[in-house]
Structures are given as C-alpha cells and as structure tokens.
C-alpha cells in the first residue's frame, strides 16, 4: 500500500505538472489537484474494497469448506442409514418368504396357529411397508442433500475463479509498483552520478514519494534577484539533460523557490511569484538545448515562497528556501492501464 502510494502520489504529481506559468493557468493546476486527489482516494478505496472482497471471499470459502465437510459427513451417515435399512429389508423379506411358506402349511392345521402366522405375517408385512417408506425417504434425502453439495461446489468453484482473479489484479498492481520503485531508484543512482562534480556546490539529490528530487541552491543557479543561469549552473543542468535524454520515459517538472523577502521590480518581474516563475522557465529553456529531450516531458511551475524548506527567521533558513527544485517522475501508463482495467 505504501508503494501504491507514493505511485498514486507521483501520478497527482504528473497530472500538476502539466500547468503553467501564469495566474489563471495556475488556478487550473489548482483545480485538476484537487480532482486528482479525489481520483487518488477513489483508487485507494478501490484497492481497500479489494482488500475487503478478498478478506470477505476467503472467509465465505473456509464456511463453505466447513459446510462442505457436514454436508459429507452427514451423506456418509445417510449412506450408512440406507445400507442398514436395505439389510433390514432384505432380512423382512426372508421372514415374510419363511412365514408365508409355515402360512401354507398351516391351511389344513390348527385354526389358533394359523392365526398367529396370521397375526405374525401381517406384522412383518406392516414393518415391511415401514422400512420401505424409511428406505425411499433416506434415498429422497440422499438425492437432495448431494444435489445441495452439487450447487454449493458450483458457488464454490465461481468464488474461487473471482478471488483467483483478484490476487492476479493484486499481484500485477505490486509487479508494477516495484518495478517504478527500481526505476526511482536507477534514476537517482544516475543523477548522482552525472552530477558528482557538484555535489558540494548547493546541490542536494533525495527520493520522495516516487519521485527524485534534484535541489538546486540559489548561489548556484542565480546571483540575487536574477534567473540569468551562471554558468556553472548551465554546466549543472546539461548534466541533468543528458541523463533525460537518454531515460525517456521520465517526466520533469521545474519549480522555482523564493525566499519570503518581498521582491520589487519595475518591468516584467514585480514580485517573487514572477521571480520563481521566470527561475524555472530559463531552466526549463536550458534543458531543452538538449534535442532529444521533447518538450512535453517538461513544464515549468512557480511556488513563490510559499512552500519553504526551513521556517525560521534566519538568513540561513532563506537561503535554504531560495532554490529550484527539479522533480522527475516515472510515468505511470503502465500503473493506470491495470487501474482502468479494473
């Protein structure tokens, strides 16, 4: 569930990214957040109902198979009850046979013993007729109670193809998360690599929620109040670009940072919204410099200083917030095919 999660989450995270710089654009991206964290919860309450059906049908499995097992002993204690009845009426049979034959012989005899075999085969033929009736009941019961096991192990067989079906869902679904959490885990191991020369330099490479995280530091992207790249920084994002380039099945969403000191500008730029945004759009022009990257992998998004990395009141802690984050995130067709399919 956690790695469904943090997919999910990347996901919202893809679907974010494809907004823009400016403010109404902005308002959009807001209002497709908040339709896919409501798709988020929709799939994750899916995957519980799942769950819950998979728990619920495991349950009503181990009752039938309980069921199962009275119902066979109970047709084993019938079958004995009709193997008695049909010796018992064997053994009548005999006794009728045997006292019809003294009943003729008797004809000519004694009227008082003729009564008695009489009496006698009239009763043995009453209990005949009786263990009769008992035999033909037993067998209706027998046809009934195997035509109930006939249907239970049809219920039987349909819950287990359903649950068989639910565990191959399950196990694609966990197939697929932990082949994104492999590919995270390649791509940072790749980052790392490309940007080794700059690791002391205000660049910081983390994994969160899916996705890598490449955080670059105001001092080596800009000088203060600029989003003209330094040089060492373009060398920095070239790094980045030619490991794009050759993952491309890896989406990129650039946002600029700023730190809460209120920017004043007189053209374009006026305030840190415009500032973080035109931070993240230069970065966004130098990465695609590199031409196998296409474009629609990659948007461009402002957060002004509104999702700070540290808040204290220090010139420290601005100078941890004034950053551009690069967020590169797998994409999730492959995830959303097995979700649609459900």
Same mark, same amino acid.
């Given at each position: 569930?956690?790695?469904?999660?943090?997919?999910?989450?990347?996901?919202?995270?893809?679907?974010?990214?494809?907004?823009?710089?400016?403010?109404? $654009?902005?308002?959009?991206? +807001?209002?497709?957040?908040?339709?896919?964290?409501?798709?988020?919860?929709?799939?994750?309450? *899916?995957?519980?109902?799942?769950?819950?059906?998979?728990?619920?049908?495991?349950?009503?499995?181990?009752?039938?198979?309980?069921?199962?097992?009275?119902?066979?002993?109970?047709?084993?204690?019938?079958?004995?009850?009709?193997?008695?009845?049909?010796?018992?009426?064997?053994?009548?049979?005999?006794?009728?046979?045997?006292?019809?034959?003294?009943?003729?012989?008797?004809?000519?005899?004694? &009227?008082?013993?003729?009564?008695?075999?009489?009496?006698?085969?009239?009763?043995?033929?009453?209990?005949?007729?009786?263990?009769?009736?008992?035999?033909?009941?037993? +067998?209706?019961?027998?046809?009934?109670?195997? *035509?109930?096991?006939?249907?239970?192990?049809?219920?039987?067989?349909?819950?287990? +193809?359903?649950?068989?079906?639910?565990?191959?869902?399950?196990?694609?679904?966990?197939?697929?998360?932990? #082949?994104?959490?492999?590919?995270?885990?390649?791509?940072?191991?790749?980052?790392?690599?490309?940007?080794?020369?700059?690791?002391?330099?205000?660049?910081?490479?983390?994994? $969160? #929620?899916?996705?890598?995280?490449?955080?670059?530091?105001?001092?080596?992207?800009?000088?203060?109040?600029?989003?003209?790249?330094?040089?060492?920084?373009?060398?920095?994002?070239?790094?980045?670009?030619?490991?794009?380039?050759?993952?491309?099945?890896?989406?990129?969403?650039?946002?600029?940072?700023?730190?809460?000191? %209120?920017?004043?500008? *007189?053209?374009?730029?006026?305030?840190?919204?415009?500032?973080?945004?035109?931070?993240?759009?230069?970065?966004?022009?130098?990465?695609?410099?590199?031409?196998?990257?296409?474009?629609?992998?990659?948007?461009?998004?402002? $957060?002004?200083?509104?999702? %700070?990395?540290?808040?204290?009141?220090?010139?420290?802690?601005?100078?941890?917030?004034? &950053?551009?984050?690069?967020?590169?995130? %797998?994409?999730?067709?492959?995830?959303?095919?097995?979700?649609?399919?459900?």
């Amino acid at each position: 569930m956690k790695n469904a999660n943090q997919i999910l989450i990347a996901f919202i995270a893809i679907i974010l990214s494809t907004s823009c710089v400016t403010q109404k $654009r902005y308002a959009d991206l +807001e209002d497709k957040y908040k339709k896919c964290s409501n798709d988020l919860s929709g799939i994750e309450k *899916s995957k519980n109902d799942v769950s819950v059906l998979n728990n619920e049908l495991n349950a009503e499995i181990e009752k039938m198979k309980r069921q199962k097992a009275d119902n066979e002993s109970e047709s084993a204690m019938l079958n004995n009850k009709f193997a008695k009845l049909e010796s018992e009426h064997a053994q009548l049979s005999t006794d009728y046979s045997s006292l019809q034959l003294k009943y003729n012989k008797l004809l000519t005899g004694n &009227r008082a013993e003729t009564q008695d075999v009489m009496d006698a085969l009239q009763k043995t033929q009453a209990d005949l007729l009786k263990k009769e009736n008992d035999l033909k009941k037993s +067998e209706a019961d027998l046809l009934k109670l195997q *035509s109930q096991l006939n249907e239970k192990k049809a219920n039987l067989d349909i819950l287990t +193809e359903q649950l068989d079906a639910k565990e191959k869902k399950l196990n694609e679904l966990q197939t697929i998360l932990d #082949n994104k959490d492999k590919q995270v885990a390649d791509l940072k191991n790749k980052i790392t690599a490309a940007l080794l020369g700059f690791k002391d330099k205000g660049l910081t490479i983390e994994t $969160r #929620n899916g996705k890598v995280y490449v955080s670059m530091d105001e001092k080596l992207l800009f000088a203060s109040g600029s989003w003209n790249v330094a040089e060492e920084g373009k060398n920095a994002l070239k790094s980045v670009a030619k490991v794009l380039e050759l993952n491309k099945d890896i989406n990129v969403m650039i946002e600029g940072h700023t730190d809460n000191i %209120p920017y004043s500008g *007189s053209g374009q730029v006026k305030d840190n919204w415009d500032l973080s945004v035109m931070r993240a759009t230069a970065i966004v022009k130098i990465l695609l410099e590199n031409k196998g990257i296409e474009a629609n992998r990659i948007a461009a998004s402002g $957060r002004s200083q509104y999702v %700070p990395v540290d808040l204290a009141d220090t010139k420290e802690a601005r100078a941890k917030n004034r &950053r551009t984050e690069i967020i590169l995130t %797998p994409k999730l067709d492959e995830l959303l095919k097995v979700l649609g399919d459900n």
